[in-house]
């Protein structure tokens, strides 16, 4: 329950920072430049303890993900301008999907347990992760009924809320997969209840920008 209620208070935390900066692209500038450092630096650690010895695999798996942040900000950024509330409105709604798949995974998960779905992240059960779906498809649908006439997008939103999660899972799965091979628990130790950034923004990270091209063609 105490950890519920930390990645509770992390993702709510999460969502004001990114609510309050949307509005000033100069207050946004610095929160994506804060989040991309820190990340850096956590994935850094990540491939120091894989690789034990800055050689030709850790300069090219780091060189890779400073190139993946870059085109994850640049791919956002991009959506946002002009800035007005149907891009603000439609950011938030494929963020909300990723926390949610997040939080109802966690919730699943722990209250009804079962079998395991992969050795790679030991906690992952295949009931987390008909969590992770209810809760993204449940609070994405309000968030549709509410918001649906700023949301600017023409796919079915439903289809868009499964492969945004099931993108926000695998996400999740890459980072657990790297915390194992570096033998640790937390990429970080700068959010309480969640580690690391990238403990809190690893399914965002890689679903959002997939979320943002769907929703683009």
Not at 34 to 53: D, G, P, Q, R
Not at 96 to 105: A, F, N, P
Not at 158 to 165: G, H, P, Q, T
């Amino acid at each position: 329950m105490i950890e519920l209620q930390k990645r509770l208070l992390t993702s709510l935390l999460l969502l004001m920072i990114i609510f309050s900066s949307l509005k000033n692209s100069i207050v946004l500038f610095f929160v994506f430049l804060a989040i991309n450092y820190f990340s850096l630096i956590e994935i850094n650690n990540l491939f120091k303890s894989i690789f034990k010895k800055k050689n030709q695999l850790y300069f090219f798996f780091f060189l890779a993900s400073v190139i993946y942040i870059s085109i994850f900000s640049l791919i956002i950024w991009n959506f946002l301008i002009p800035f007005n509330n149907n891009a603000i409105i439609t950011l938030i709604f494929l963020i909300l999907i990723c926390i949610s798949t997040d939080i109802g995974g966690f919730i699943f998960g722990k209250l009804v347990g079962g079998k395991k779905l992969t050795q790679i992240s030991p906690n992952k059960t295949y009931s987390g992760v008909f969590g992770s779906f209810f809760l993204s498809i449940t609070f994405g649908y309000f968030y549709y009924i509410f918001y649906k006439t700023y949301l600017i997008f023409e796919v079915n939103y439903l289809i868009l809320i499964a492969i945004i999660s099931l993108i926000s899972q695998i996400g999740d799965l890459i980072i657990s997969f790297l915390k194992r091979k570096a033998k640790i628990k937390d990429t970080g130790s700068i959010l309480p209840g969640h580690g690391g950034i990238l403990d809190r923004i690893d399914g965002i990270l890689f679903a959002l920008p997939f979320g943002i091209i769907l929703i683009s063609i």
